[in-house]
């Protein structure tokens, strides 16, 4: 069996998306996503320049020793692009595998380990109120994990509040990035009034999220972890920027709230010494920017060993062939924590037909052979890339700040 072409395919039914197509001899393609919010064309570029005439030829079967080759094969080693590209080229092999085994994904990673993927989704609103009501909507839909996000008073514009509830989206379209204010003291004082004021009215029987979005020093990370603690929450997500790890450490002397890291990081020596050392509870890395399913599956097996739990990133800057392998992924990983569902416009849905379902609080990733999701190019084609960019932070006196 042999690789006999590939190509990338480039779409934005209501933001942009990368896809790899792989096709074999044998008559069977398969599909990976290798999508970089804001940075689509680089990934793109990569694939086509570097990437595909490096396939051609080789045993689609092989798929470790392919992953080895392109990790092992350039000097300039990880990154976002080079592990996207990696992640998307692995994707699609398993797919192909998967199909060619005439089974689910999850089938071949080892089975089933539970019945259904928890999932959580996204409440935010303006103030306190509009929260609530978004709260109670998604417990209506049967969400049994809700991450609640609110915007603050005193800041025009505050993350994970803008464009849409059900389809949000955080990228602006145009050339270059918007910047937007950030003022952490009213951040500090206003959040934990936020879920007095969400347990007060759902009281515990919903499990809440929370994600700080690297905004925090950690002293000021620590402060907020003590002053939600009576609130019980899953987790609050990246309350510091993981650069320096150690830096973890002075969050935990303080609180006992858990910590899920990890959507940014793209290798399992990002994570390392934050699994090793136990600073973290969740471990977010993604399918997509992790390297694929073969380098997570590492990264989860590493882990398992410190109890450290799953938590994989889930945002719509992930194409539902992300969703589909990480689905597949969770189905199977025994040290599994809860997975992020954002859900897809329809005329996303619509370009990526996907057997994956939710029902009751959890998704299941169907029993298609192969991931489970396929791509309509006809109607991609109808969707020209956009240039969009996530926004810029920056404090009251200029200063630039982390987004």
């Not at 007095?196 to 515990?204: H, I």
Request: negative net charge; proline residues 5%.
């Amino acid at each position: 069996m042999k690789i006999t072409g590939a190509k990338v395919i480039v779409t934005c039914p209501g933001r942009n998306f990368v896809t790899l197509k792989i096709e074999t001899d044998q008559g069977i393609s398969g599909i990976g996503d290798a999508t970089i919010n804001g940075r689509e064309l680089a990934a793109a570029t990569y694939l086509a320049e570097h990437v595909i005439p490096a396939l051609i030829g080789r045993d689609p079967r092989q798929s470790e020793d392919i992953w080895q080759y392109l990790y092992r094969g350039v000097y300039w080693r990880r990154g976002s692009v080079t592990m996207t590209c990696i992640a998307a080229v692995d994707m699609a092999l398993w797919d192909i595998k998967a199909k060619l085994a005439g089974m689910p994904l999850y089938q071949l990673l080892g089975g089933a380990s539970r019945t259904g993927v928890l999932v959580y989704g996204h409440a935010n609103g303006r103030d306190t109120a509009e929260v609530i009501d978004e709260i109670a909507r998604y417990q209506a839909m049967g969400y049994r994990a809700i991450r609640a996000q609110s915007g603050v008073p005193g800041l025009e514009e505050v993350y994970g509040v803008g464009k849409g509830k059900l389809f949000y989206e955080p990228a602006d379209r145009g050339a270059v990035a918007k910047e937007a204010l950030w003022s952490t003291p009213e951040y500090l004082d206003h959040t934990p009034v936020l879920f007095d004021k969400l347990r007060e009215k759902f009281g515990f029987g919903v499990e809440l999220l929370h994600d700080v979005h690297h905004r925090l020093t950690p002293i000021e990370a620590a402060r907020l972890g003590k002053s939600l603690e009576p609130y019980r929450l899953f987790w609050i997500e990246d309350p510091t920027p993981a650069e320096n790890q150690e830096s973890l450490r002075l969050i935990r002397q303080h609180t006992v709230t858990p910590i899920a890291i990890g959507e940014v990081f793209d290798s399992i020596h990002d994570s390392h010494q934050l699994i090793k050392e136990q600073l973290i509870d969740y471990i977010r890395s993604t399918v997509l920017h992790a390297g694929g399913i073969t380098h997570l599956r590492r990264i989860a097996d590493l882990a398992a060993l410190y109890h450290v739990r799953t938590g994989c990133h889930g945002a719509t800057d992930l194409s539902p062939i992300t969703m589909g392998c990480a689905l597949h992924f969770d189905l199977w990983v025994p040290n599994f924590g809860i997975q992020e569902y954002m859900r897809h416009s329809p005329e996303t849905d619509a370009v990526f037909p996907h057997a994956y379902s939710f029902d009751t609080g959890y998704l299941h990733p169907g029993e298609t052979p192969g991931h489970g999701v396929e791509i309509d190019e006809t109607l991609a084609a109808r969707y020209p890339y956009q240039a969009a960019y996530l926004p810029v932070a920056r404090l009251r006196d200029g200063t630039m700040w982390n987004w």
